[in-house]
Each structure stands twice: as C-alpha cells, then as structure tokens.
C-alpha cells in the first residue's frame, strides 16, 4: 500500500513536467516550414522537446543526407550533427 502511495505521488509531482514537453500542432507547423525552407524534412514523431528548445532526430535534407538538428525555443538553429 505504501508504495502504491509512493507511486501515485511521484506520478502527480511528475505530471506538471510531462504537461510543460507537449508539442503543440501550432510549433509542428513552425518546424515543419522552417525545415522545408532549409530544404529538409522529417517524421513530426522525432521532434523532441527539451529545456532550451528541440531535438529534431532523423532529418532527411536535399541530397539524402541525415542529420539531427538542434533548435532553440525561438526555432533557430543551434547545431547540426550528420548520422
């Protein structure tokens, strides 16, 4: 009983947390555009959200190169890494 107690506990502490890494349809859209003017596109899917902004995992850009692309809240990008 104690450590259902424990869990629903640490479960509510956590919730405001998971509420603040949704991804809303509206930066999707932002993303997405912002991608197709740089000439690259990825699955939303792999649109992570982090403290300082976005990891974009698995972008496929003109030419068929791979690269994880990191953005900032205001969606400037930060770093590139190819895969």
């Given at each position: 009983m104690?450590?259902?107690?424990?869990?629903?506990?640490a479960?509510?502490?956590?919730?405001p947390?998971?509420?603040e890494?949704?991804?809303?349809a509206?930066t999707?859209?932002k993303?997405?555009?912002?991608?197709?003017?740089?000439?690259?596109?990825?699955?939303?899917?792999?649109?992570?959200v982090?403290?300082?902004?976005?990891?974009?995992?698995?972008v496929?850009?003109?030419g068929?190169?791979?690269?994880?692309?990191?953005?900032?809240k205001d969606?400037?990008e930060v770093?590139?890494?190819?895969?």
């Amino acid at each position: 009983m104690k450590q259902l107690f424990a869990l629903s506990a640490a479960t509510l502490i956590a919730a405001p947390a998971f509420a603040e890494t949704e991804l809303d349809a509206a930066t999707i859209e932002k993303i997405e555009t912002m991608l197709t003017s740089i000439e690259c596109q990825m699955d939303p899917d792999d649109i992570e959200v982090e403290e300082d902004g976005y990891d974009l995992d698995d972008v496929i850009c003109k030419g068929g190169n791979q690269f994880d692309i990191k953005l900032d809240k205001d969606l400037n990008e930060v770093s590139r890494r190819a895969e």
